[in-house]
């Protein structure tokens, strides 16, 4: 099962998140990081960057790209991926990959599997979800096997991503995503949440059925999960009580 903590806001989750990186980072500074791209992260970012420690070895894989925006554009996710992490917490730009920028489109996803495969695999997959249930850009249906590849955004994705836009017309239609298969393959996976707009997607893949209609449900088939949520995130959790009960009794050696 999956360890829930029910953090006060934001900043305690990137603290919380950025010591499980730097842990990480301590036993192994070439460690490779799975980077998620949104607003979920971005406390994570701030708190790593506030502890000022040496990344400059670590790798990083981001989990999506969106496909059919211009080079350099400022919402791409190797801009954002650029401004947000890599400038920030002092990574080396040529260690970070971004699907869909190692060469042609075609090709991309098994590219993408060949270089994660090569760098032997995500140590700590970093994560948000989408208020349809999606991680990374895996929308309901998605199979639990699924790789890298290029997918169809839901319309419901766009319009919440329409933010980052002048307009809803302008978020592409398609992007490429590590798939749930992928994922699973990480080694470590920490899902974050905040807002109660993502009260309904924790609650599935906590504790729904682990079915493709809740991509989010994939985390209940993989053995290191540490999913990190505000109350209002956690307010459709039936269990929450015992999650409390746990984290608090949890024996300090463990780490996350
Ligand atoms: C981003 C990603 C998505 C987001 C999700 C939540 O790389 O993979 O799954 O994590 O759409 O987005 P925010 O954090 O903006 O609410």
Redesign the pocket.
């Known amino acids: 099962m999956a360890e829930i903590v029910i953090v006060k806001d934001t900043a305690e989750a990137g603290e919380l998140a950025a010591d499980a990186i730097l842990a990480l980072v301590a036993r192994r500074a070439d460690a490779v990081l799975g ?8 406390g994570v970012w701030r708190a790593l960057a506030g502890r000022r420690a040496d990344l400059s070895r670590a790798r990083g894989f ?3 790209e969106y496909v059919g925006l211009p080079d350099g554009h400022p919402e791409s ?1 190797r801009a954002v991926i650029t401004r947000e992490v890599v400038e920030p917490l002092g990574l080396d730009e040529s260690l970070v990959a971004v699907p869909g920028h190692l060469g042609p489109i075609e090709t991309a996803g098994e590219d993408y599997e060949l270089a994660i495969r090569a760098a032997g695999g995500v140590d700590l997959q970093v ?5 349809d249930g ?5 929308e309901p249906g998605s199979s639990f096997e699924s790789l890298t590849r290029v997918k169809t955004l839901t319309q419901q ?1 766009r319009r ?2 329409a933010r980052f836009f002048a307009s809803v017309d302008e978020v592409p239609v398609n992007c490429i ?1 590590q798939g749930l298969g992928t994922i699973r393959r990480a080694r470590h996976l920490v899902l ?4 109660e ?2 009260a309904a997607a924790i609650a599935a893949a906590v504790e729904g059925p682990v079915t493709a209609s809740a991509p989010g449900s994939a985390i209940q088939l993989h053995s290191h999960v540490t999913v990190i949520v505000d109350e209002a995130a956690a307010s459709g959790l039936a269990n929450v009580d015992y999650y409390r009960y746990a984290w608090a009794n949890k024996p300090e050696w463990e780490g996350l």
């Open positions: 980077l998620a791209t949104g607003s979920t992260p971005l981001a989990l999506d996710y994560l948000g979800i989408g208020t999606h991680i990374g850009f895996n994705t919440d991503n995503t974050l949440a905040f807002g707009g993502k």
